[in-house]
């Protein structure tokens, strides 16, 4: 399964990383110019603190974006499936006849995520 993993060379805050993952080297890289430039806004506020505090905070940074947008995405999900149900019970079929086709489509892609 290694054979199947990407192997990319990133550069965050002056350092070199072998990143290994199944993602796409494109995600890998815009992942880890994502942590670099967070780092880099921390050290330019903070030009005091060390590498190891600057990548603790721009983890926190990152991982409080991570659960303020997961957060956003779950609210939005439940008011699209409540406004979905509402109006499945006006239409008179659930709305079945025309999700039988949807949900095929979106199965299918779900399977395909990195």
Do not use: C
Request: hydrophobic share 40%; charged share 35%; aromatic share 2%.
């Amino acid at each position: 399964m290694d054979e199947l993993r990407n192997r990319v060379t990133v550069t965050i805050f002056n350092e070199e990383y072998v990143i290994r993952g199944d993602a796409r080297e494109e995600h890998i890289r815009a992942v880890a110019r994502r942590v670099d430039q967070r780092m880099r806004e921390i050290a330019a506020q903070r030009p005091n603190l060390s590498v190891s505090r600057i990548a603790v905070l721009a983890a926190l940074n990152l991982a409080d974006e991570l659960v303020r947008l997961t957060e956003q995405h779950e609210r939005v999900v439940g008011l699209l499936e409540r406004e979905w149900e509402r109006r499945g019970a006006t239409a008179g079929d659930g709305g079945r006849a025309e999700t039988k086709s949807d949900s095929r489509g979106a199965g299918g892609a779900a399977g395909t995520g990195a």
